[in-house]
């Protein structure tokens, strides 16, 4: 503090530093401007007092909000990710569902069947848009913080999904295809767990990503509204899951085994009641008093 | 977002073009008669800026202006609306009510 200045811009110490960093200079000059237009200085030093009061208060609440919120986004987001390796998986094999031979054999006397198959399609649709706009959201508020806070770990980590996404795809293509042999066949499976690995480290990547970055309030918002989003997905999806797998074996079209379609519908389940704990127990834990605007 | 006063003063002034912390508090005091102390009005400010109400303009000089964004404009409408609908109601139940 300068001499010239009203003492009362000695108690700008008493906010917290970010607030201090953000809004310091212009509030000193305001004191300072009151000051000289004849405002008495108690009630202002006093005024000072209550407002970091609340600048403290509310930097509580935003921390406790944000621990919650990150919790729950990040259980969301490891349920979503396992959700959607299964059920692409699944989709990969219904990818010749609905022929228009079997709709035909089916559609006369289980409807249903098409519609679920329908119902999935859509609920991945709007699964793969609400990641989409929280993925853009995150990343853009996460580089603009790594760049402002000089943490070049955070690019190097949000590069990981882009690297392995690409390297994986890319050696899908220059694996053998059409030969079955044990070499082949061994290759194939050991592409898919690395894949599965790829899926895990990249997932994790992201994971590190939202640990370590102050996202604002908006961007919490937006994962909020995705993380609801991919949550009634994960349980439309599960619901159309089962009903295409009874339905289905209902029809007496397929008489495989139906042990593949369990392990899924129970993966999926779940996945699904995971999700949607947690985003029930980040509403029950108990916020902060709410600070009056 | 509460609507508390110092943000309905605040939103209120800066609905007439962009001002500074300074500009902010004397308009306030000429339109409102209110004298708002620098913590209350700079944490309405903050609030407002957190919400995406206002946002801060580029500035040479120390004293950064504010100015209303479409958003705040939109929830200032809807508030001093529905403000009105109750001035209204309160002032004529008033007149209507007996005199002793």
Known sequence: MRKDQPWPVALLSAYPADWRARYGDELELLIADLRAGGRAPIPMAFDLLCGAVAAWVRIERRTLMSQRSRNALISVLWSWVAFAAVAAWFGHDLAIYPSALKVAQIDPSHPVVPDAYHVLLAAGAVGVAATAMAAITFAINALGYARRCGRRSTFVLMAVPVVIAGGWLGGLRLLPAGNFTVGNLTLAVGWLLLGVAGIAGSTQAVVTVIRSTEFSERTWRIGGVAAAAVTAVMVVATGATITWGVAERASQVHRGDASGWLIVTAIMAVTTARAVIALIGARREPAGKPVAA | ?100
């Open chain 2, 1 to 100: 977002m509460d609507f508390t006063e110092p943000v309905v003063l605040v939103l209120t002034s800066l609905a007439d073009g962009p001002k500074h912390g300074y500009a902010l508090a004397k308009d306030i005091e000429d339109f409102a008669g209110a004298k708002l102390g620098p913590g209350t009005l700079y944490g309405a400010l903050s609030r407002l800026e957190d919400r995406g109400w206002i946002e801060a303009l580029p500035s040479d000089d120390r004293r950064r202006p504010y100015r209303i964004t479409a958003a705040g404009a939109d929830c200032l409408a809807k508030h001093l609306k529905a403000a009105q609908r109750v001035a209204t109601t309160g002032l004529s139940r008033l007149d209507l009510r007996p005199t002793i």
